[in-house]
């Protein structure tokens, strides 16, 4: 089958490309920049071609002679909100405008979201598809933008949504920065460390993905994914320091944790960056939860997850180990 893939080159991507490649699918890899897309060459069956989600003439080409669409491009980190809703939000819109008018053969769009559409939520009341949808951030914001763009422009191409929550594994540049400073003997935490959070491995999330795109139940459905468990911060940070072997938890009040909040804002501001740690990061941090219900996705689609978090870090931590991460 002959896929178009956007965002290959980015953490979850990149897994999925290796993964859908593997199952013998011929993938097209939308890349900005071909020169992040030089690994592809060592696996056949990825073909990098060149494209931006912003302009969408850019997509007519290679949506015309594809069967599916998985996309997940879009930005984790962004200066303001603008410059999430216009990747994140329009560009997603740009992506099913293109499909519609080029895409004849396109039998589905399966569009990799985020918990973070749902808003905050404990282990007591995990987000559920049928449930209400309250994004407290920017970025959260803007994947429901791209969510609805999805749904009103899509006309008769099927469509499927995936949100899964925190992801780690293989090329994860995000979760990596604990790891990190597991090994250097200190994990900052804000305040008690009792969050309640929803993770999952990348093998995980890319085999669920891929199960959803693949399946004809899954036509016009929305998923949340996970390990199915929910653990605290401090539970999590404590499994990563056995894993690791050193690494206590520091916890910042949240006062201070505001502050360098505000202090990530500024610099944005003054250096034109996007910063790591910002108020809206801070924000995120600072609530009950977020946890979300996988027993839809069970149940529909027969979807399991497979790596539980400790063999999951164990894992991972070697494969920064072994290719100089850390």
């Not at 490649?21 to 071609?49: E, F, T």
């Not at 985020?114 to 449930?131: D, I, T, W, Y």
């Not at 206590?248 to 740690?277: E, F, K, S, Y």
């Not at 839809?296 to 399991?304: A, P, V, Y």
Request: proline residues 4%; hydrophobic residues 40%.
């Amino acid at each position: 089958m002959k896929i178009l893939l956007t965002g290959a080159t980015g953490f979850i991507g990149r897994n999925l490309a290796l993964r859908l490649a593997g199952m013998g699918h011929h993938v097209l890899c939308l890349v900005r920049d071909m020169g992040r897309a030089l690994w592809m060459s060592n696996h056949p069956g990825l073909q990098p071609v060149k494209g931006d989600i912003s302009v969408k003439a850019s997509l007519a080409p290679h949506v015309e002679n594809v069967d599916l669409v998985f996309h997940l491009a879009g930005l984790t980190k962004a200066k303001n909100r603008d410059e999430y809703m216009r990747v994140n939000g329009e560009g997603t819109g740009n992506l099913i405008d293109a499909v519609v008018l080029w895409g004849k053969r396109v039998k589905k769009v399966l569009y990799v979201s985020s918990l973070a559409v749902a808003g905050p939520h404990s282990s007591k009341n995990p987000a559920e598809e049928k449930g209400n949808v309250a994004p407290i951030t920017h970025y959260g914001e803007s994947k429901l933008l791209g969510e609805d763009l999805l749904k009103n422009r899509s006309g008769d191409v099927p469509w499927t949504i995936i949100r899964p929550p925190v992801v780690y594994g293989p090329y994860d540049r995000d979760v990596y920065v604990y790891f990190k400073m597991a090994e250097r003997g200190l994990m900052p935490v804000l305040g008690e460390g009792t969050m309640d959070l929803s993770i999952i491995h990348v093998e995980d999330v890319t085999a669920g993905i891929a199960l959803a795109g693949f399946s004809d139940e899954s036509d016009g459905e929305t998923f949340y994914l996970s390990d199915g468990r929910v653990y605290t911060v401090g539970e999590l940070l404590e499994i990563l320091a056995g894993v690791a072997g050193s690494g206590r938890l520091i916890h910042i009040p949240p006062l201070l944790g505001r502050a360098l909040g505000r202090a990530g804002d500024i610099l944005t501001l003054l250096t034109g960056d996007a910063q790591v740690i910002n108020s809206q990061k801070v924000m995120e941090a600072l609530q009950e939860g977020w946890v979300c219900s996988t027993e839809k996705i069970s149940d529909l689609l027969g979807f399991l997850p497979t790596i539980e978090v400790s063999e999951g870090f164990a894992s991972t931590y070697r494969w920064y180990r072994d290719t100089g991460w850390l």
